[in-house]
């Protein structure tokens, strides 16, 4: 039988390990990892090997030759692009005329390869995908049997609103050579998202074997040094060509020529590399140190690894971090736990480098410098550029004018060449600094920008809905912390940017892979100067201009110091309000307001607009996006009340068609909407599901639990500018004030709260809630929702944070918190199993 070994990934995600060899070659106890699968496969009798190649290829073959060296046989297929998964072994098909088996290059395992073959041959089945169980699974792909093994359904990469499960594909398969035949030549093509989707699809012989003992997919530097926390702890067994020395006690393997001056400050497992110089005392614990380095006296090394050529001088202390080869570590420095070094680094005296910093190759970092971020090209950096659609971080601190310019050259990349794209900001100071640094970054790319300049996201939005752009930008500050500053990517569409977009510019960065243009054809600025009063009139014909003259309502707004006070009162006054505009000014000196102003900014409008007599108020977000609603009495309306109140006034004014709200909005929608034939949809609670739901021609308003509502007819965007008008069209057009129209809506109780939980819990959680709804009536659209009659719960991982939250609505508060206090406690009682 034959093996495929795929060995032809970028490694992105394990940077900056990869910066100088392929992501198979990355030393596992100073061999690489590829060799240790080799050797599992040599072990279950499979010796003729196919090694699929294309980053870097040289580095394996140099090493690995024809394979005599390692007792197998070695072809090599290199694809001339990145083909996938499966359009890679598609390849190799001359090579595979028989049953054969595929694994990757970058595995930790000591599975049984034996028993995944015989469960293939036993099942007669034309595919065998391997599984297991993961405490994290978003980043696999998830896949559902029934108890005949055979699969049902996949789930590839979700999000934790979708885990239901924590058994995952491992990349280990075995595969009938008429599966070939699915795949099409020269296309990019991936065994989970195209090829096992199809064969589901057309119901082939496709199993899931859930094999025992070890797996780990080295994707990532946690994971890398996890693999070591691991071998070390005895979890897995893996070959040591350094022979073990006969010491009482301890698990020394010493290679050749090493000079070991004093062996009794090693303890537990410590490996050490052909011609490495120990001198004198040191302490050296569950380490292992490659060929050709020196460690001086007093060094400290805890659960380390150390690479090729490494030198650490006198007194230095280094935990549970990686040195990768050609680093010098200075006297009495210290790298704290969970440290990245990549090659050819300096590292000067007494430097003091914090917690899971990453350093990028060829540093030099001055003696005494205490490094408390990723050193990239010199700024300090967080590891994980994206959250959703946004990069966030300290203004010139983590944005800095160094690192903003060259994510705009990043982002320019991954555009065509000549393209336009649409740019603006608030009026912080700090976004129109690192705007123009972000500008300049796209222009050297070879991609235009039209300047909006300053100005409202809506708008940015509402523009990108017509021809001409590809993609824009929104430069604003955080609501949460005013030093703080967000960019906002966009698409084509004015959507936020998809997940696969924002990775595809975080790899472009990360790999400094930027298309530089000639200088005869670097990108032009332009500004664009006309797009407001496009907006304002495409604002007053979706507008009933007549309902809102003849209701003549009296409005207050507080809008924050942001931009849309520049746009609103005027469209409001066209329409016949009289508008009473608070904080109506742009002040780039104060910035945004404070989550902590809200309370009392509402507090001093419902004084105002309970003494002037007006029939509402309006607190305005500073981002133009989300707004706050206060009755004729200045009660506040806000969450699930406002969305409550926006949909039965649109449903009670005759529209039909569809509303489009979060899984964790209220029944009470359905209940509205049954009574007037109209239709309701639920969606995913991130806003791009959301939006991208409102652009159906059949959605009539899409709203959030957090006061943003888009209004299709105008823009299938969140535009609180809007929402404003058409409420006042709405309440105008019903002739009832809103605090009665309140008391229409049917009622019921909604109650949410959120339970802290470690990321490598989330999967365990949701596959025990999954395994808790199974005889009751449950929903999977984002997290588990499980239907008690009229009553409901729902259980959502957070995105982006250690939360998982539970929300639960039932007739009365009563009964809401008795569900609720069910569920909070079933998920701390499965938090409390998993540690």
């Known amino acids: 039988m034959k093996a495929v070994i795929m060995a032809g990934g970028f490694g992105t995600r394990i940077q900056p390990l990869t910066s100088s060899m392929p992501k198979p070659m990355i030393p596992l106890f100073n061999r690489p990892i590829m060799l240790h699968i ?78 995944v073959m015989d469960f293939h ?48 594909n491992t990349g280990i398969y075995v595969l009938e050579p008429e599966v070939l035949s699915y795949i099409p030549a020269g296309e990019n ?74 062996a009794s400050g090693l303890e537990g497992t410590v490996v050490i590399g052909d011609n490495t110089q120990i001198l004198g005392n040191v302490q050296i614990k569950d380490s292992v140190i490659g060929r050709n380095c020196t460690i001086e006296p007093g060094v400290k090394l805890s659960r380390c690894v150390i690479w090729n050529n490494a030198y650490v001088k006198k007194g230095a202390r280094i935990t549970d971090s990686v040195i990768c080869s050609n680093v010098r570590v200075g006297q009495v420095a210290v790298l704290e736990e969970g440290v990245i070094v990549a090659d050819d680094t300096s590292i000067g005296d007494e430097t003091v480098i914090k917690s899971d910093v990453k350093v990028w190759p060829r540093k030099v970092i001055e003696a005494g410098s205490t490094v408390t971020a990723n050193l990239i090209w010199g700024e300090k950096w967080k590891k994980t550029l994206f959250e959703g659609a946004i990069i966030k971080g300290l203004s010139n601190v983590e944005l800095t004018p160094e690192f903003v310019a060259k994510l705009g050259c990043a982002y320019g990349t991954s555009l065509p060449k000549g393209s336009f794209v649409l740019g603006g900001r608030d009026s912080n100071l700090a976004s129109r600094m690192l705007k123009r640094c972000f500008v300049g970054g796209i222009l050297s790319a070879g991609v235009n920008v039209r300047d909006m ?56 960065y990360y790999k400094e892979n930027f298309r530089r243009a000639h200088h005869t054809e670097p990108g032009a600025i332009t500004d664009i100067n006309n797009v407001v009063e496009f907006y304002r009139e495409g604002f007053l014909r979706a507008i009933d201009k007549e309902i809102v003259k003849k209701g003549a309502w009296t409005v207050v707004v507080d809008f924050n110091f942001s931009t849309a006070s520049q746009i609103l009162p005027l469209v409001l006054s066209e329409l016949g309000c009289s508008v009473i505009a608070l904080n109506a000014y742009v002040d780039e000196g104060r910035g945004t307001k404070r989550e902590m102003d809200k309370e009392s900014a509402l507090g001093q409008l419902s004084k105002i607009v309970g003494s002037l007599g007006a029939q509402a108020g309006f607190w305005l977000d500073p981002t133009a996006e989300s707004v706050t609603l206060l009755d004729e009495n200045g009660a506040i309306l806000d969450g699930v009340a406002l969305l409550s109140l926006v949909s039965f006034l649109t ?91 309140l008391a229409e809506i049917p009622s019921r109780a909604f109650l949410q709260t959120s339970v802290s939980c470690p990321w490598e819990m989330k999967g365990g959680i949701m596959r025990r809630m999954s395994e808790d709804s199974l005889e009751k009536e449950a929903t999977f659209i984002d997290g588990i929702k499980v239907q008690f009659d009229d009553e409901w719960v729902l259980v959502l991982p957070d995105q982006y944070n250690p939360y998982v939250h539970i929300v639960a609505e039932a007739k009365d508060q009563k009964a809401a918190q008795k569900l609720l206090t069910e569920y909070q406690k079933k998920v701390e009682g499965w938090k409390r199993e998993l540690e």
Not at 137 to 145: A, H, S
Not at 158 to 163: D, M, Q, S
Not at 222 to 246: C, M, T, W
Not at 677 to 691: G, N, P
Request: charged share 25%.
């Open 189 to 262: 093509f991936d065994f989970s998202q195209d090829l096992f989707p199809q064969m589901l699809a057309k119901k082939d012989a496709l199993f899931g074997f859930p094999a025992k003992g070890y797996w780990r997919d080295i994707g990532n530097t946690d994971s890398y040094r996890e693999a070591y926390h691991d071998i070390f702890k005895g979890k897995v067994n893996l070959k040591i060509d350094e022979p073990k020395q006969d010491y009482v006690g301890k698990d020394l393997r010493i290679g050749a020529e090493v000079n070991l001056e004093n």
């Open 38 to 115: 080799v050797e599992l496969l040599k072990k279950h009798d499979i010796t003729d090997l196919v090694m699929l190649l294309y980053h870097q290829p040289e580095v394996i073959k140099k090493f690995f030759r024809d394979g005599a060296d390692f007792g197998v046989k070695i072809t090599y297929v290199t694809p001339l692009q990145d083909m996938g998964t499966a359009g890679a072994v598609k390849a190799a098909e001359k090579y595979l005329d028989e049953r054969f088996l595929v694994i990757s290059g970058d595995l930790l395992t000591d599975f049984n390869l034996k028993k």
């Open 453 to 508: 300049k300053m100005t409202s996201l809506p708008i940015v939005r509402y523009k990108l809905k017509t021809f001409g752009e590809v993609g824009g930008f929104h430069f604003r500050q955080a609501q949460d912390d005013p030093a703080m500053l967000e960019i906002v990517f966009l698409d084509g569409d004015g959507l936020d940017f998809s997940s696969g977009m924002g990775k595809n510019v975080e790899r472009i």
């Open 651 to 741: 449903i009670s004014g005759g529209q039909k068609g569809v509303i489009t709200v979060p899984v964790q909005a209220p029944s009470t929608i359905e209940l509205m909407a049954n009574q007037k034939r109209c239709q309701v949809t639920r969606t995913k609670s991130s806003d791009r599901a959301m939006l991208e739901a409102a652009g159906s021609s059949e959605v009539i308003l899409a709203g959030t639990t957090d006061g943003r509502f888009a209004f299709p007819r105008f823009q299938a965007s969140f535009d609180g500018m809007f929402a404003i008008a058409k409420l006042v069209e709405l309440g105008a057009a019903s002739g009832i004030p809103f605090s009665k129209v």
């Open 121 to 168: 041959t036993d099942n007669k089945a034309t595919a065998t995908i391997t599984l297991t169980s993961v405490k994290d699974p978003l980043q696999f792909g998830v896949v559902i049997t029934d108890k005949a093994k055979r699969i049902t359904q996949f789930l590839e990469k979700p999000g934790w609103g979708e885990v239901i499960s924590d058994t995952i």
